[in-house]
Every structure is written in C-alpha cells, then in structure tokens.
C-alpha cells in the first residue's frame, strides 16, 4: 500500500477542556438530512434529506428542488452526497450552480443536477460496490475535476471526473474514507492540494495528492468508531461567512441525531480562532468539531477543538460536508 505516515515536527493539540463551550446552533428543522453544499449563484445552500433535494435561503426558507419525473429521487435511508460546481479556469469548463449527487444504486455513479432541477446520469463505476465520498476540486492540482473515492472487494479506490464525464482511477490503494471530502487550499502546508478525508473508525485524517499517494494528516484525538469518529470536512474560504453542517435524526442509535441543518455564524467562528484556509473536521457522533491548520512543512498541523454538537456533543448525529460560506 502506497500510504506514508508524515507528521509535522511541531503537531500541537490545544485541547484546553473536555468539549468546547462553543455550540452548533440548531438552525433550521430538516427531516432527514444528510448533506449541505453550495452557495449557488443566486446566494442558497442546497440540502439533501430523506432522498430529497431542496433549496435553502439565508432567511431559512426551504424550498423543494429537483422534484418531479426528471428531478432526482434517492432512498431515504441512503446518503448521497455531493458537491456543486463553480466556474473554473482550463480548457472543460463546469456549468456554476451544477449539483452532482452520490448515485448508490447498481453501478454506483454521478448524477448531475443542473440549476433548473433536472436530473441526468453524469459518470458510471462499474467497478464499484458503492461510492463513499465527494468533493469538487477547486483549487485545480487534480484538474478542477469531481473527485469520488469508492469501495469493492475490500479495497479502497480514487476517481477523477473531467466536466464531460470521463472517469480516471487516481489510485486502487487508499485508506478507508467516507464522509465529506474536500480539496486543501495552496496554502495548506505539505497538504496543500491534496484531497483530505476521514477515517471515522480510526479517527484518522487522511491527505491523497495527484499522484494518488495517500498521507496521515494526524489523528483527530476525539472518540472514534463506526458511526462515531471523524467524517464530515470543509475548507474555511477567505472572508468567511457562517459554516453549515448536516444532523440526521437517527432510530436506535447512541447519538440520536436531531434532524437540524446547524450552524456556527462567522463571529463565532472567529471567536474561536478560526481563520482563512484551515480545515474543519466534525465527528459523525456527536458532531464535536476541530480547527486544523497546516502552515508549512516544519511547523506541521495544529488540531484546536472549537464547537460541540447540539446537547453537549451528546445527541448529534452528524452527515456529509461541512460548508463554509462565503463573506458578504
């Protein structure tokens, strides 16, 4: 396996209480959510729940999207994840305000969601059992594509997908990752570039670079397992607005979950230290949720606990990306 175990020199944890006092405000009541994504053009959040897509304002109005024959349908019990594009510079050029959504039936795939809400078969995985992760490169080391890692046979893969569609395995070898994925900024120390993920059984977060190699970040140091660790991921952008997260209600589970689209507003985020270009990183349980900042190679990561989940961190049952909104 082509995995390396690189740390920084001066990996730091600031850890100064069991949990943080900061909170993730229970923002909007959302039946079955599981991911968060956008801002699109016209300034809202697109939202996944119960198989469902909708649109969400910053006043919280909730609006049904991609409904109807051409619309897109999943199973409620599923998670399908996703991304929306954004204009970017080269030669394949991505429609701005396209969704494209985690397929998990038979062959796993991509379905593109354009900004009207019609849905259509973008990519196919015929190798794959199922697909576990997203994100959409927008810092260009990977080629602006759609990036989706997948699972079969016990085995771990990477794929790139260019805005026609073509599918490119980056690597058969990576760890195990699911969740919300994202791209790191240029400035993101010895990860800059890199695609980050995590592991919430191990409680590892993951770095895989271009040319597939895969690299430890660190370890997140939170409670980790099945349904517990490290999943969701998202990229603070500069002049930051509020950042957004997904908790699914969940029957007959440690953390129940509360069916909320949360949210931590952007004075709260700079309370807590948080700047430009680093990483957050919730916990699928409970949604406690840590500040990762990689500045250079000699200095390495610094990994700061800065907001529980609802009650504590003791009911959230946390899906999909972490979504940091843009500034005003």
């Known amino acids: 396996m082509r995995w390396a175990l690189v740390f920084g020199l001066a990996l730091a944890w600031q850890t100064a209480a069991a949990f943080a006092a900061t909170a993730w405000e229970q923002w909007q009541h959302v039946p079955g959510v599981v991911d968060v994504g956008g801002v699109r053009s016209d300034g809202k959040l697109v939202l996944m729940a119960n198989g469902q897509m909708l649109l969400a304002g910053v006043d919280g109005v909730l609006?049904?999207?991609?409904?109807g024959t051409d619309g897109f349908s999943g199973s409620p019990d599923a998670e399908p994840y996703f991304v929306v594009a954004s204009s970017t510079p080269g030669q394949c050029q991505w429609e701005p305000d396209d969704a494209f959504v985690l397929d998990l039936s038979s062959p796993p795939g991509l379905i593109r969601v354009d900004p009207a809400g019609h849905a259509s078969r973008f990519a196919t995985f015929a190798s794959m059992d199922t697909l576990n992760g997203i994100a959409f490169d927008t810092v260009g080391s990977f080629g602006y594509r759609v990036?989706?890692?997948g699972s079969a046979h016990n085995q771990e893969a990477v794929f790139g997908v260019d805005c026609q569609g073509a599918v490119t395995t980056l690597s058969n070898d990576v760890p195990t990752m699911e969740g919300g994925f994202a791209v790191a900024p240029q400035s993101f120390g010895s990860f800059a570039g890199d695609l980050i993920g995590a592991d919430e059984n191990t409680g590892q977060i993951w770095a895989i670079a271009p040319d597939g190699t895969s690299s430890l970040?660190?370890?997140s140091g939170l409670p980790s397992g099945g349904d517990t660790g490290v999943e969701s991921i998202g990229i603070v952008p500069p002049g930051f607005g509020a950042a957004y997260l997904a908790d699914r209600a969940t029957a007959n589970n440690p953390f129940p979950g509360t069916d909320s689209l949360l949210r931590l507003t952007a004075s709260t985020l700079s309370a807590a230290g948080v700047q430009p270009g680093d990483l957050l990183v919730a916990t699928?349980?409970?949604g406690t949720t840590l500040d990762v900042r990689c500045t250079s190679a000699s200095s390495g990561c610094t990994a700061t606990t800065v907001a529980d989940g609802p009650a504590g961190g003791q009911t959230g049952h946390i899906e999909g990306?972490?979504?940091?909104?843009p500034g005003p």
Do not use: C, D, K, Q
């Open 147 to 149: 990036l989706v890692t």
């Open 63 to 67: 609006t049904p999207f991609a409904r």
């Open 284 to 286: 699928e349980g409970g």
């Open 321 to 325: 990306h972490i979504t940091v909104v």
């Open 217 to 219: 970040v660190l370890v």
